[in-house]
């Protein structure tokens, strides 16, 4: 395990839900959340709403994003956001045809948006990694 622990918000009966599957990665003894710490946890969320064994062979590509605001680019109706830009990621896992797309706030927050409601950043806010 790495600096941080992954604490999932919703439990896993809500991952077929039409809602929004969130998570929380929080640093150990002062550390900083790092991109390896939140995209152990994306993975980890993929490979059991997934049901791989032992984690499958999963395929990740991350992109730096400042978000427009605190939904990450998955705003919910009568949901209120902090209205500043947040800095964090975006994370598109694979695994043989599927596709899972994260969003995640450098402060640890992770999210996957229901299909359809993840918005984009704005234009020239990504860069690819």
């Known amino acids: 395990m790495t600096a941080a622990q992954s604490l999932p918000a919703d439990r896993a009966e809500n991952a077929v839900a039409p809602r929004v599957r969130a998570g929380m990665v ?9 991109l390896a710490d939140v995209e ?9 709403a997934w049901q791989l064994a032992g984690g ?3 395929q990740v590509r991350t992109e730096d994003v400042d978000w427009a605001d605190g939904s990450l680019g998955c705003a919910r109706p ?17 695994h043989e045809q599927r ?11 992770w999210l996957l948006c ?3 409601a993840a918005g984009l950043p704005p234009v020239g806010a990504a860069s690819s990694r």
């Open 26 to 34: 929080r640093p150990v003894s002062g550390a900083s959340v790092t």
């Open 56 to 58: 499958g062979v999963l």
């Open 99 to 109: 596709e899972a797309v994260y969003h995640a706030s450098r402060r640890g927050q």
């Open 78 to 94: 009568g949901m209120t956001y902090t209205m500043a830009l947040q800095p964090g990621w975006r994370l598109v896992v694979r």
């Open 114 to 116: 229901p299909g359809g």
């Open 40 to 48: 152990a946890a994306v993975r980890a969320d993929a490979a059991q």
